[in-house]
């Protein structure tokens, strides 16, 4: 089975991942693109953000294991792009954009089940404003935007949106392995 488990920053991500992998060491965790890329490309910027796309497609397409859990998938860095064009900064050209969606589709192929953390007012995570919240609300927006999307996410992918206190995320998610 693959997993991919999304949502903006802070949303509680390696936390759930972390906490399935202990349950479940047989599955292969595969971590945020971002611990991945070289740390001069720090701050939050189209060129960035592609890298990281294409680095997330590659590991979902290409897997050393039948059981795989990963940390963010294509749709996230996606997600990112809109919210920073939307915030009006530095963004990707039309023609990028497009092909990041269609990375981002194909990729998706590859994903038996998207679990999607959205930010709500019950399940806060606090961050310091060096997280940029803006961009974190922002990211949040597209990506609940992007996973009603039929043309991006077929119908052989089922979505999980996944709420709720530490264990009853956990719990989600292994309830969502055997539905």
């Known amino acids: 089975m693959h997993i991919a488990i999304s949502g903006t920053h802070a949303s509680g991500k390696s936390t759930l991942i ?3 992998a202990a349950a479940h060491p047989h599955f292969e965790t595969l971590s945020d693109p971002f611990e991945l890329i070289d740390e001069q490309f720090d701050q939050s910027n189209a060129g960035m953000l592609l890298r990281q ?7 979902l397409e290409q897997p050393d294991s039948p059981d795989v859990i990963a940390e963010r998938a294509p749709l996230d860095f ?3 792009l809109f919210a920073l064009a939307k ?6 050209s039309v023609e990028v954009l497009e092909r990041a969606r269609e990375l981002t589709t194909s990729a ?10 959205p930010l709500n007012s019950r399940d806060v995570i606090w961050i310091d ?5 803006d961009l974190r609300e922002a990211m949040d927006a597209a990506l609940l935007d992007l996973i009603d999307d039929a043309d991006l996410i077929q119908a052989t992918t089922r ?6 206190d530490r264990a009853a ?4 998610l292994e309830a969502a392995m055997t539905d």
Not at 129 to 133: G, R
Not at 169 to 172: C, E, I, P
């Open 87 to 92: 915030l009006n900064r530095a963004t990707a």
């Open 159 to 164: 979505v999980l949106e996944i709420t709720g």
């Open 78 to 80: 996606l997600a990112y």
């Open 108 to 117: 998706l192929r590859h994903v038996d089940l998207l679990a999607v953390l």
């Open 53 to 59: 796309l294409r680095l997330s497609a590659d590991r």
């Open 129 to 133: 404003d060096d997280e940029d919240p």
């Open 169 to 172: 995320r956990l719990a989600a």
């Open 18 to 20: 972390a906490d399935f």
